[in-house]
């Protein structure tokens, strides 16, 4: 198992940015593909972006497309996602995944999730 905690999240002017951590614990990081999902109140959970066990392949949602990067550190077991030029539609807690066979946009393909950080970004 893999344990998941993030950090990172706060109050942000619109274009503004923020870097976003996911630590983990357990088992080796590199044995799992990563995602960033985000949930605003009232709606859905919905994918951000994912990365692969090694960090060579990357995918993000249209919303998100270069404006965030997510990548990652094995070394340090941790996950990041860079967010820049935010928008106040970016609000909503995000929150990182974990699958060993998996990366990708769907949430239901990943079996370990943090606990979410609360992202808030000002008009």
């Known amino acids: 198992q893999v344990q998941l905690v993030e950090s990172g999240g706060g109050l942000v002017q619109a274009g503004g940015s923020l870097r976003l951590s996911c630590a983990a614990s357990?088992?080796?990081?590199?044995?799992?593909?990563m995602g960033w999902f985000r949930q605003a109140p009232g709606k859905e959970r919905e994918f951000v972006a994912a990365?692969?066990?090694?960090?060579?392949?990357?995918y993000y949602a249209d919303s998100v497309k270069g404006r965030f990067a997510i990548s990652r550190d094995n070394a340090k077991n941790t996950l990041y996602l860079q967010m820049n030029s935010l928008k106040p539609e970016d609000t909503a807690v995000y929150y990182c995944?974990?699958?060993?066979?998996?990366?990708?946009?769907?949430?239901?393909?990943?079996?370990?999730w943090g606990q979410g950080t609360q992202v808030t970004v000002s008009a």
């Open positions: 990365i692969s066990w090694i960090g060579v392949d990357t």
């Open positions: 357990g088992r080796t990081f590199s044995s799992y593909g």
């Open positions: 995944a974990a699958d060993e066979r998996y990366y990708g946009g769907k949430p239901y393909e990943y079996d370990y």
